[in-house]
């Protein structure tokens, strides 16, 4: 069985690897456009930021035992009739046929359509590559405007900060739009208490270049010059090479998969931040492209590609970030995004210490948590807290909860674990579970009422 | 409706605060034998340790609003045809009649039935009185034997170093036997290297006074002379006054209770550390005295004695201790547990980064994961870490996965947060599933080749 898998990062890597465990005599083949065979996006901030001195480590995986990666190979067109695929290899064209092929190409970052975005001294962060040009550039005392404040961009604020330039984030909206205002505007204040300039709600509109100056213009009147511009506007997904072989595609144009990571191309699979993501409180394929889905979309698509039965169980889009001393995390639906999938939800702000206020170093969690204001299905939970307040693995309590669509009064029920230097008899996800019922119970009286 | 409350700690508290909450007109009054409603016991370490200067910060509660809180009350009949109490309070005797009861008469240290165990300079930790009495001979330079290396015994261990005096660990078997021999090893060197004397598999036969001196010997030819003992040899329930009364015992002469919370006595319920307690994962009652169970028992006692409906959902005996720089936790069933029981257990140990090994402070974590061998549905869970790994946490994810009766492999599934300071795309738990998963695939080859 020739397997091929077009892509090498980790939705691509994690088809392979999981493909050769179920299959150790499958011929696994992956085709990678660059040099740099499953290295983590998600750590290239802290390259730059000068906290993992050495590139080399940002690789996941550095042995592909049994597979043959083949690096600087550019797919470039798939013909699933005759189950081939020609890429590019420097100037040469070299043909793959396969019994069965993974597409795992990725997402790019969105370029703003304005004018000045390809201007020399305006960067992106998205390969090897980029971040190599990027580094280069780096120097204390230098300044930089970042556009764009969701995750890439508060951590990049953070990541250049540190390492001694002066920076200006521009959000388009709040920032970390990804979770709620309140949450956004904690990190906000945190951003500027550590010398970030930030402005929000400003839509870019062109980036001039003054002699050695980048001179960068937005709405409300902003001006902002500095040395060097980072885009960090967010991705879309990389599906031209499987829309052009027939790939039918869905919400931001991502491929269309099912639950087996199935195109509609007979022994065809997709994965990764190519394609459409079943999302499991919603119950709709959406577009939420992150590192964890990848590996796990991939997974399934190689132990399906290898004759295995398996489906990918749905994201919850959970994802936290750090930002100086903060962690902010989130899971499920936020209120306005279950208002829009037609579900009636009630969110409800709470604060509770991360541990016994009496054991040193306590710090107050604010906590937000979204459930339906009838039954009280959970729907999803924000979180902010110092980083070392455990908010990672909080909020994947709330995501475990999520996963078998628990209620918001059954979190009460859940034995979780207490020492005063870690927690309190009453986790603070159920001091949050207990301040959304106690504001359901007094909404409920106040409408009784009315 | 009179509800009456025999105990103001946690179990107590809980029940009278709840009983309120559902029925706000209640009159709820509760009999506490000493003066500290609601204290953290868990926290009394802590202020021995010097790390909570204050003892008045141990309090969980000092508002009882609506509450009657009578202290330096201590019940001695219940008669429960009349449907009242009466309370020793200094030499007089009160009478207080009652709709609905509440036993929560928690448990007291055993005491090991060996010669000198009542000698001055012996102590055990459970009230606030005894806080105190230890606290005042406690000085730097002073020797301690702690008897009983369970959670109380590790955490007076590092306490008691950091206070400044020279401690000596007896344990019946391991350190921590609650948590498998691998753990209790790791946490016993980790004792050592703080300059804990540790003695394992110690059976204590007498304490003698030799002037200003005490001797411990124990089985094994030890003999350690200290200024202080302490006696850390675990819990036995409280329960005499409820079954003076007439009520059921069960497992370690615990009150019996039903899910609601309910014993055999009309209008009588009883909760926390003096009843038996309902295993999740084990199906069955068992004794498992935790402040984290007893907290959700009083609220489940408080809310039906105050006429609402709610099962307690049982315990897996969820906990985290942390000791010196590390935090060990366990959910669920270890493997010698779950064969007691009767099920076909497999346990794999495996060992994962806490976070992304190139981002800074990068530490190892140990895991042990028991599933059923056949079917791989998790039994239990159990973690060793540095104390900023996020191990009360982590195990809170195995706890809620335990809580729904998941299998192994359906961890895979979770959709876990990741940035890489706080974590991996597949979180250490995931890793620990696939690593179980591996294991028993290779154990059944090797049987099917056998």
């Known amino acids: 069985m020739r397997l091929l898998v077009i892509g090498g990062s980790d939705a691509g890597v994690s088809a392979a690897t999981r493909a050769r465990e179920v ?10 456009v660059d040099a ?6 998600c750590g290239l901030p802290f390259y730059l930021s000068g906290e993992t001195p050495n590139w080399q480590d940002l690789a996941h995986r550095k042995a592909f035992e049994g597979i043959d990666v083949l690096t600087e190979h550019r797919a470039i067109t798939i013909d699933p009739r005759a189950k081939t695929v020609v ?5 040469e064209r070299k043909s793959f046929s396969y019994d069965r092929l993974i597409i795992a190409t990725g997402a790019r970052p969105i370029r703003p359509p304005v004018p000045g975005v390809d201007l020399a001294g305006v960067y992106q962060l998205h390969t090897m590559e980029d971040t190599f040009r990027l580094e280069r550039e780096l120097a204390e005392g230098k300044s930089v405007v970042i556009v ?30 990804t979770v709620d205002p309140p949450l956004g505007r904690t990190i906000e204040a945190h951003l500027r208490d550590h010398g970030v300039t930030v402005y929000t709600d400003v839509e870019l509109s062109a980036i001039e270049r003054h002699e050695t100056r980048l001179e960068v213009t937005g709405s409300r009147g902003v001006h902002v010059q500095a040395d060097l511009v980072l885009l960090a506007a967010g991705v879309e997904p990389n599906a031209e090479l499987g829309v052009a072989a027939g790939i039918t595609t869905g919400v931001k144009r991502a491929l269309r998969v099912n639950h087996r990571m199935e195109t509609n191309l007979p022994d065809v699979y997709a994965a990764g931040d190519c394609v459409e993501t079943w999302h499991r409180t919603l119950k709709r394929f959406t577009y939420l492209p992150l590192g964890t889905t990848a590996h796990k979309q991939g997974r399934v698509a190689g132990e399906n590609a290898a004759g295995g039965a398996r489906e990918f169980a749905g994201s919850l889009g959970t994802q936290v970030v750090k930002v100086f001393d903060l962690a902010v995390a989130r899971t499920g639906l936020r209120d306005v995004e279950a208002s829009r999938a037609g579900l009636d939800a009630l969110t409800v702000e709470t604060n509770a210490p991360d541990h016994k206020a009496y054991y040193p170093n306590s710090w107050a969690i604010q906590m937000r948590v979204t459930a339906e204001r009838s039954g009280g299905r959970l729907l999803g939970g924000q979180l902010l807290g110092h980083w070392q307040s455990e908010i990672a693995k909080r909020i994947d309590v709330f995501a475990t909860a999520l996963f078998h669509d628990m209620n918001v009064d059954e979190l009460n029920d859940l034995d979780l674990s207490y020492t005063p230097p870690f927690g309190s008899p009453w986790d603070p996800a159920q001091a949050a579970a207990q301040a959304w019922m106690s504001a359901q119970r007094t909404e409920a009286t106040r409408r009784s009422l009315r």
Chains 1, 2 share one sequence.
């Open 87 to 91: 890429a590019a290899v420097s100037a």
């Open 36 to 41: 740099f065979p499953n290295y983590s996006i």
């Open 23 to 32: 299959n150790p005599t499958a011929e696994v083949t992956v085709l990678l």
């Open 148 to 177: 764009g404040a969701g995750y890439i961009g508060v951590e990049m604020a953070d990541a250049l900060t540190r390492r001694g330039l002066t920076v200006t984030l521009l959000g388009r909206s709040t920032v970390l739009p």
